[in-house]
Structure formats: structure tokens, C-alpha cells
């Protein structure tokens, strides 16, 4: 379950020094640290006690409260007698600077028991390699939950991380394009479901006044954008491509990847995106979505929580309608491929695996999926233990294209390095606003991938 501390004793070590030296605040933080001690400034270094009377270490992200809470409600409600020698301590990091946090914890092994992803995939795999990480395969069976996960959320876990069951899926989410229905129904628009019928209502709307798309091209925020550029390359070269990208046989400066930044670059010239996309960030683009600012909003069904809240939702739940990605004309991809990720999947750390970890992860495996749609409209990867009633009718839309695609794609970068992820987040903003080509966008990201 967890990687031989004997066989990857070095392995550990190297990736240890590895990791300390590609952060310029780890070379001091990594030199004498005891593996598995805890720093002022290291909120996961708690989570290496498990004994009775420790915390149980939960390291999130600042800009998702939900996996908090629902933890919360399982430490106080449904299995706080279970959990009550193991509390929860919770800290977060903002999303642009996680993965560098994870880097330096890993470097003390100070990971703490619980943590969202790196947002770079390989850097999942990297953490798993180098024996830091929890195996789920063989860890909830250990625990007694071995059915807890649904089997295709499990499938796009391991196809994130080569083939290994390092992360939880926390949420299971389809992704696409949700539209404001009245100012569609304004403007005369039908739903788009090609390319060229978007570039056409986007067109149109621009002409009535109406900023098209909301999206946020602020720092590490700018992912929203490259998934459409990842999108249209499933669509146009077909959904292996960036498998293509990742196993060397393509480029992204290839001309037919170069068409899908461009494509993206172009709407942004228009203004299509709005004045400023580099000064939005995920909370301001979500806000501008549900307040009837602009019309089309690329989101994941994790949003469901935001969608079915009153009190950020100014135009309404039964105002939001769902299509997919469109076909792109002569393209060898297809609209009913659906984009699906696992969120932010978390993970468990190998050298806090004890007793906490244990009654902890059992207690999230049996739980997790029923607290989170029921208290959040969120839908995870693991299976349901209850019945939910009256679920918002945008959570019963998601669950049925969920039932219904015959397939599903990831995300442009799924399969790419840390450096590269970073590159293209944080391009994304000047890729929205025009101001940069798409073949300066894919050869700044090729050049991180080699």
C-alpha cells in the first residue's frame, strides 16, 4: 500500500534533495530539518501524529471551502465518535502557490496526513515515486472500504497518474459551457453546438452590448482558458491529442495545435472575453457569470454549489442551461467526448499513515460522496451510502450527461510537467485579451515540455 521505505529509501532522499533545490525558500528550510518535523511555517508538519490526541493535518486550497467543510461535518456530526481522538486542523494555500508548498513539505517530509493534488499531475507522480504517497488501491481496502469509489472516477484518477490510485476524488466533475439563457433568448441566439455557431453569437452579443464569456486570465487562475485551447484540440485533431504531445510523436508548435491557441487568440482580439481578462480571477469571473454580465461561462460541475446558492446566484438556476464543448468543422473529435476530471483529488501521506490516517480514511470513504451532495449539491467519485432527495434540478442535469457519454477527455495540461502548467496558466490571461499569438503561447509551453 504504501512504497517500501527500504527500496525507496533513496529514491526519497533524492527526490527530497530534488525538490528542496527547485525552490529558492527550500534551500534553508530543507538543510537540517528532521524528516517528518514540523516548522512555524509548516502547517502540515502536524500531520505526521497519529496517535490518540493528535491532529489529523488537512491541507486545502483557499479557493475551494467545500472539501473543508465536509470534513468538518464528518469530524462533528457523522463520525465524530470515530474521529474524536484525531481532530482536524485545517490550513490552506492559494492554488498558485500549492504545488510549490507541496514541494517544500515534501522536502522536510513534513506532508501532513491529508492534502488536495499539485495541480501538475506529474508532479502527483513524481510524490508518488519517490514513496511520499498513499496507494488507495490496497489503502481502503485496509480500511474496510474498498468499494468506496466509483469506478470511473477511479479510472480518471489512475489515467492522471499513470496507472496509480494516489488520489481521492473528492468531487467528479464533467466540464462545458453554461450559458444564461434569457440573453441568449434576447438576443435570438439558439444554442450554439459548432465552432463557427459560437464565433457567430458571441458576434452578435458583442454587437447588442453583451460581453460574450467570462473567464479569468488573472496568475494561476488562467486555466479556464487553456481548457478551451485543450478542448478544441480534442475536437479538432481528436481526443488522443495531447496523449500525442506527451509521448513526443507531436508538438504543440505543430500547425494543427498552433489552430486551437489561435482560435482562442482571435476571440480574445475581438474582445469576446471582456477588457481585461489578465485582472480577473476565479471568484470575480464566477461573479460575473451569476450576476448576468456575460452570457457563456466554461466551468466545471463543481460550480454546481455556486449555481445552486441564491445568494451568489442573481440570475437564477433555472436561467443556466449546459451544452458541451462544440464540434470544430472537419475535425476528427466529437461533442459527446465530455471532458471529466476528478477535481482536485487529495491525497494521504505515506509517513503520517497510522492510526488517525486510518479511522479518518474509512470514515471518508463510507461518507464523503452522501455529505457532499447533500449538504454542497456536490457530486464526488465516491459512491452515495443514502438517499438524496430533491436535488437541484442543474445537479440532476449534470448526473445524466454523466450517465449518458459514451467517453470522456481530460485537460490540455493533464500530462504536463509542473514548469509547463505554469507556463500555460499564467500565459492564459494574454492568450484571452489577444495581445498574445497563439504559436508565442505553444512554443513558450512546448519549450517547459522539451
Given at each position: 500500500?504504501?512504497?517500501?521505505?527500504?527500496?525507496?529509501?533513496?529514491?526519497?532522499?533524492?527526490?527530497?534533495?530534488?525538490?528542496?533545490?527547485?525552490?529558492?525558500?527550500?534551500?534553508?528550510?530543507?538543510?537540517?530539518?528532521?524528516?517528518?518535523?514540523?516548522?512555524?511555517?509548516?502547517?502540515?508538519?502536524q500531520g505526521t501524529q497519529d496517535t490518540p490526541g493528535g491532529d489529523?493535518?488537512?491541507?486545502?486550497?483557499?479557493?475551494?471551502?467545500?472539501?473543508?467543510?465536509?470534513?468538518?461535518?464528518?469530524?462533528?456530526?457523522?463520525?465524530?465518535?470515530?474521529?474524536?481522538?484525531?481532530?482536524?486542523?485545517?490550513?490552506?494555500?492559494?492554488?498558485?502557490?500549492?504545488?510549490?508548498?507541496?514541494?517544500?513539505?515534501?522536502?522536510?517530509?513534513?506532508?501532513?496526513?491529508?492534502?488536495?493534488?499539485?495541480?501538475?499531475?506529474?508532479?502527483?507522480?513524481?510524490?508518488?515515486?519517490?514513496?511520499?504517497?498513499?496507494?488507495?488501491?490496497?489503502?481502503?481496502?485496509?480500511?474496510?472500504?474498498?468499494?468506496?469509489?466509483?469506478?470511473?472516477?477511479?479510472?480518471?484518477?489512475?489515467?492522471?497518474?499513470?496507472?496509480?490510485?494516489?488520489?481521492?476524488?473528492?468531487?467528479?466533475?464533467?466540464?462545458?459551457?453554461?450559458?444564461?439563457?434569457?440573453?441568449?433568448?434576447?438576443?435570438?441566439?439558439?444554442?450554439?453546438?459548432?465552432?463557427?455557431?459560437?464565433?457567430?453569437?458571441?458576434?452578435?452579443?458583442?454587437?447588442?452590448?453583451?460581453?460574450?464569456?467570462?473567464?479569468?486570465?488573472?496568475?494561476?487562475?488562467?486555466?479556464?482558458?487553456?481548457?478551451?485551447?485543450?478542448?478544441?484540440?480534442?475536437?479538432?485533431?481528436?481526443?488522443?491529442?495531447?496523449?500525442?504531445?506527451?509521448?513526443?510523436?507531436?508538438?504543440?508548435?505543430?500547425?494543427?495545435?498552433?489552430?486551437?491557441?489561435?482560435?482562442?487568440?482571435?476571440?480574445?482580439?475581438?474582445?469576446?472575453?471582456?477588457?481585461?481578462?489578465?485582472?480577473?480571477?476565479?471568484?470575480?469571473?464566477?461573479?460575473?457569470?451569476?450576476t448576468g454580465q456575460a452570457a457563456f461561462y466554461y466551468m466545471g460541475?463543481?460550480?454546481?454549489?455556486?449555481?445552486?446558492?441564491?445568494?451568489?446566484?442573481?440570475i437564477g438556476a433555472d436561467n443556466i442551461g449546459f451544452i458541451p464543448?462544440?464540434?470544430?468543422?472537419?475535425?476528427?473529435?466529437?461533442?459527446?467526448?465530455?471532458?471529466?476530471?476528478?477535481?482536485?483529488?487529495?491525497?494521504?501521506?505515506?509517513?503520517?499513515?497510522?492510526?488517525?490516517?486510518?479511522?479518518?480514511?474509512?470514515?471518508?470513504?463510507?461518507?464523503?460522496?452522501?455529505?457532499?451532495?447533500?449538504?454542497?449539491?456536490?457530486?464526488?467519485?465516491?459512491?452515495?451510502?443514502?438517499?438524496?432527495?430533491?436535488?437541484?434540478?442543474?445537479?440532476?442535469?449534470?448526473?445524466?450527461?454523466?450517465?449518458?457519454?459514451?467517453?470522456?477527455?481530460?485537460?490540455?495540461?493533464?500530462?504536463?510537467?509542473?514548469?509547463?502548467?505554469?507556463?500555460?496558466?499564467?500565459?492564459?490571461?494574454?492568450?484571452?485579451?489577444?495581445?498574445?499569438?497563439?504559436?508565442?503561447?505553444?512554443?513558450?509551453?512546448?519549450?517547459?515540455?522539451?
Amino acid at each position: 500500500m504504501i512504497r517500501s521505505k527500504s527500496t525507496g529509501g533513496r529514491r526519497r532522499a533524492t527526490l527530497a534533495a530534488a525538490l528542496c533545490a527547485s525552490i529558492a525558500l527550500a534551500l534553508t528550510a530543507c538543510g537540517d530539518k528532521d524528516p517528518g518535523s514540523s516548522g512555524s511555517t509548516s502547517p502540515g508538519g502536524q500531520g505526521t501524529q497519529d496517535t490518540p490526541g493528535g491532529d489529523f493535518a488537512y491541507l486545502g486550497l483557499t479557493e475551494n471551502t467545500t472539501v473543508a467543510s465536509v470534513l468538518t461535518t464528518l469530524a462533528t456530526s457523522t463520525c465524530a465518535t470515530d474521529l474524536a481522538a484525531y481532530p482536524l486542523k485545517e490550513s490552506d494555500y492559494a492554488q498558485d502557490q500549492f504545488d510549490q508548498q507541496l514541494q517544500l513539505l515534501a522536502g522536510q517530509d513534513a506532508l501532513p496526513n491529508l492534502s488536495s493534488a499539485p495541480n501538475a499531475p506529474a508532479l502527483g507522480v513524481e510524490l508518488y515515486e519517490g514513496g511520499y504517497l498513499v496507494d488507495f488501491a490496497t489503502a481502503l481496502s485496509e480500511v474496510g472500504a474498498a468499494d468506496a469509489l466509483l469506478p470511473a472516477a477511479a479510472s480518471v484518477v489512475e489515467s492522471l497518474y499513470d496507472g496509480h490510485l494516489i488520489g481521492l476524488p473528492n468531487e467528479f466533475n464533467i466540464e462545458g459551457i453554461w450559458y444564461n439563457e434569457k440573453l441568449l433568448a434576447d438576443n435570438g441566439i439558439e444554442p450554439p453546438a459548432t465552432w463557427d455557431e459560437f464565433t457567430a453569437a458571441n458576434a452578435t452579443l458583442s454587437a447588442a452590448g453583451v460581453q460574450p464569456w467570462s473567464v479569468a486570465g488573472k496568475g494561476g487562475d488562467g486555466w479556464n482558458i487553456t481548457r478551451l485551447v485543450g478542448n478544441y484540440i480534442f475536437r479538432s485533431v481528436g481526443p488522443d491529442g495531447l496523449n500525442a504531445v506527451a509521448d513526443g510523436s507531436a508538438k504543440l508548435t505543430d500547425p494543427e495545435y498552433v489552430a486551437a491557441a489561435d482560435a482562442i487568440s482571435a476571440w480574445g482580439q475581438a474582445g469576446y472575453f471582456g477588457p481585461a481578462p489578465t485582472s480577473i480571477d476565479y471568484a470575480t469571473a464566477m461573479n460575473t457569470f451569476l450576476t448576468g454580465q456575460a452570457a457563456f461561462y466554461y466551468m466545471g460541475s463543481w460550480a454546481l454549489g455556486n449555481f445552486n446558492n441564491p445568494e451568489e446566484n442573481q440570475i437564477g438556476a433555472d436561467n443556466i442551461g449546459f451544452i458541451p464543448f462544440p464540434d470544430v468543422a472537419g475535425g476528427n473529435g466529437s461533442s459527446d467526448q465530455v471532458p471529466a476530471n476528478a477535481g482536485m483529488p487529495l491525497m494521504m501521506s505515506s509517513s503520517a499513515w497510522g492510526d488517525a490516517s486510518k479511522a479518518w480514511l474509512k470514515c471518508i470513504g463510507d461518507n464523503f460522496g452522501a455529505v457532499a451532495l447533500k449538504d454542497h449539491g456536490v457530486i464526488s467519485g465516491f459512491k452515495v451510502n443514502e438517499q438524496v432527495a430533491d436535488l437541484p434540478e442543474l445537479t440532476q442535469l449534470v448526473q445524466g450527461v454523466m450517465a449518458d457519454a459514451p467517453s470522456s477527455v481530460l485537460w490540455f495540461e493533464a500530462k504536463f510537467s509542473a514548469e509547463a502548467t505554469t507556463t500555460s496558466q499564467t500565459n492564459a490571461g494574454l492568450l484571452a485579451e489577444g495581445s498574445m499569438s497563439g504559436a508565442d503561447f505553444m512554443a513558450a509551453v512546448q519549450a517547459d515540455l522539451g
